[in-house]
């Protein structure tokens, strides 16, 4: 089963005078470990947001073609929904970052959708993220590269089949960089996680 498929996908922003996304076919198969590349302003964090679902949902303009993320078309489905076949972490990671403890913010997704092991899944997902014991430290203690492997967990937390990481080394040194691909690298193999980053 293909993990992502995009068929005949065109999306332009309300008031745009030519689409972001132009005509994008595209196939991810489960399992595999998928980067995007592209000049700044091609369109890369447009599709990440396609394929969460908050384009169209949230974010409006002309949507064409057929997207289907983990068997979910994201047309007909809830982003709520989404989140749970679609892990995302944002370019601007640290506005996810919402709790002041560390287990706090990891876990603070799954208390949102009211799973009773809530606090499991954020230590585990801690634990799949190189965060075990800074369970009870301060958001602001960590570092840049701590702080993004804590916005990964949160969406780890929530257990999806999918991981989206826009620009995730960007303004990282490259000893947090190495860090964070050797994550994604035990999330893929280890975890049968499809990465996109």
């Known amino acids: 089963m293909h993990a992502v498929e995009i068929d005949g996908l ?25 980067a ?18 908050l384009i169209p949902h949230f974010i409006t303009g002309t949507f064409e073609g057929k997207v289907t993320v983990g068997g979910l078309d994201t ?7 989404l989140a749970r076949k679609v892990g995302y972490v944002y370019q601007d990671f640290e506005n996810q970052i919402v709790r002041p403890t560390v287990l706090d913010d990891a876990s603070y997704a799954c208390l949102n959708y009211a799973f009773p092991d809530y606090l499991a899944r954020g230590r585990t997902a801690l634990r799949q993220c190189g965060l075990e014991g800074r369970e009870e430290e301060y958001v602001w203690q960590l570092s840049g590269g701590q702080t993004h492997l804590l916005a990964l967990a949160g969406a ?20 947090h960089a190495d860090r964070i691909y050797e ?15």
């Open 10 to 34: 065109t999306y332009t922003y309300p008031g745009a005078a030519q689409p972001t996304l132009k005509d994008i076919s595209l196939q991810i198969e489960q399992g595999d470990f998928l």
């Open 36 to 53: 995007v590349v592209g000049n700044n302003g091609c369109g890369k964090s447009t599709l990440c947001k396609v394929l969460n679902g």
């Open 75 to 81: 047309l007909e489905s809830e982003v709520a929904e």
């Open 156 to 175: 780890v937390s929530l257990r999806p089949d999918i991981l989206i990481l826009d620009e995730p080394i960007a303004q990282l040194d490259p000893m």
């Open 183 to 197: 994550v994604l690298r035990e999330l893929n193999c280890k975890h049968g996680k499809t990465i996109i980053v």
